[in-house]
Nanobody, 120 residues
Framework: QVQLVESGGGLVQAGGSLRLSCAAS????????MGWYRQAPGSQRELVAI??????TRYAESAKGRFTISRDNANTMYLQMDTLKAEETAVYYC???????????????WGQGTQVTVSS
């Protein structure tokens, strides 16, 4: 069993900052690509940022210059969000491609989501 657990969401005023964390645990050989997605009410889930196992990163245009994705070890990922906007209110989800053993293929996992509310 593999679990992704997010934390760090909450209520912040527009212009403020939040830091999200995501920790992978369980039967893991290697955590490969990790990423943050978000879903606002009535909208589709969208990519915010991704990070490879070698810490290569890619951001959605809306996140560039304000958000920073990082990993401090193989299984933990962060999203530093600065200068938040009201329209970025959403549930933020952690996603990871994980190998359960050396010769197994990647499996895709999602966290339960953490609510981020930005008040205007």
């Amino acid at each position: 069993q593999v679990q992704l657990v997010e934390s760090g969401g909450g209520l912040v005023q527009a212009g403020g900052s939040l830091r999200l964390s995501c920790a992978a645990s369980g039967s893991i050989f290697r955590v490969n690509l990790m990423g943050w997605y978000r879903q606002a009410p009535g909208s589709q889930r969208e990519l915010v940022a991704i990070i490879t196992s070698n810490s290569g990163t890619r951001y959605a245009e809306s996140a560039k210059g304000r958000f920073t994705i990082s990993r401090d070890n193989a299984n933990t990922m962060y999203l530093q969000m600065d200068t938040l906007k009201a329209e970025e209110t959403a549930v933020y989800y952690c996603n990871a491609a994980i190998q359960g053993s050396r010769y197994s293929a990647n499996r895709n996992y999602w966290g339960q989501g953490t609510q981020v509310t930005v008040s205007s």
